[in-house]
């Protein structure tokens, strides 16, 4: 097996929407602000080479929104899906396999792209089967009020419409040990309705892909909950047993969206769950 970092690029978000109740002054220590509010958001996605399947977690923004849609999330660096699978040696259709961690626009948006003549959609990974679970594809196609601006149709359903649409199993608890595509999956309701978390077995490692579970290195405290999630109240607990796990069993944590900290452990301090170690993907990610 041989994992890889896929940077998409890079956008910024609201700090305080970034951190729900919790003071500027607190998580502008670890996540700086610009004048205008905005912290520095990656969309850094997983690329694993397993024997004959080659599987993408998560595939960033994508590039068929407006200009305008693209203007509120103001874009920076030079990181594009293409460039970073090339810089393996891959292309799109080498994928065999999209892993949605959920259908929020900046972690599916990549799945789909125009057409030829842009009168409509199709998949980005024509030869690939894209995962996703029953709940969380009901929810997404059926959005509330409040996520609707992130479930963008476009985004979701042609991978339905080309028939490469498939469900990963339900679990009996919170965590598939291993699902079909040969990695554990933690399913997390907080943020959105069963996001997946995906606990990846490497040499000796486990490598956790955290996606919205723990967006960044500044997000550890468990109050320290994005006002983006739907059941904050429910991401502490989620947090907490996460972060529990994490601290006593040295996984790897794979930041998707901290654009300055691409993996961390951590660590039980008196004052809870607190970072360890920060490490770059190279340090980590060896082939073996």
């Known amino acids: 097996m041989k994992l890889y970092p896929i940077e998409t690029g890079n956008f910024k978000l609201d700090g305080g929407a ?44 994508g590039n068929k929104q407006s200009e305008k849609f693209f203007g509120y999330y103001s874009l920076w660096g030079s990181h594009s899906l293409d460039q970073s ?10 994928i065999t396999d999209v892993f949605m961690t959920h259908l929020h626009f900046d972690h599916c948006g990549g799945s789909v792209q125009w057409n030829k003549d842009k009168t409509g959609y199709e998949p980005a990974f024509k030869n690939a089967r894209f995962w996703s679970n029953e709940s969380h594809w009901e929810w997404a196609t059926k959005p509330n009020p409040r996520e609707k601006a992130s479930f963008l149709s476009e985004n979701i359903l042609p991978m339905q419409e080309s028939g490469q649409l498939h469900f990963i199993q339900k679990p009996t608890g919170d965590f598939l040990e291993k699902s079909e595509l040969g990695f554990g999956v933690l399913f997390a309701d907080g943020h959105t309705e069963k996001q997946m978390i995906p606990h990846i077995q490497y040499q000796d490692k486990t490598i956790v892909f955290c996606a919205d579970l723990l967006p960044t290195a500044g997000h550890i405290p468990v ?54 170690d920060v490490f770059s993907s190279n340090e980590i990610l060896t082939s073996c």
């Open 223 to 276: 109050p320290y909950v994005m006002g983006y999630d739907t059941r904050p109240l429910l991401t502490m607990p989620e947090k907490t047993k996460f972060l529990a796990a994490a601290a006593a069993k040295g996984y790897y944590l794979f930041l998707e969206h901290d654009a300055h900290n691409q993996i961390i452990t951590v660590q039980e301090t008196e004052k809870g769950v607190r970072l360890k």
């Open 18 to 61: 970034m951190f729900g109740v919790v003071p500027k002054t607190i998580w502008n220590r670890t996540n700086p602000a610009d004048s205008n509010n905005l912290i520095d958001i990656a969309a850094r996605c997983l690329l694993i080479e397993d024997g004959h399947r080659l599987i993408l977690i998560d595939t960033g923004m």
């Open 85 to 94: 699978l090339a810089k393996y040696g891959f292309h799109r259709n080498d």
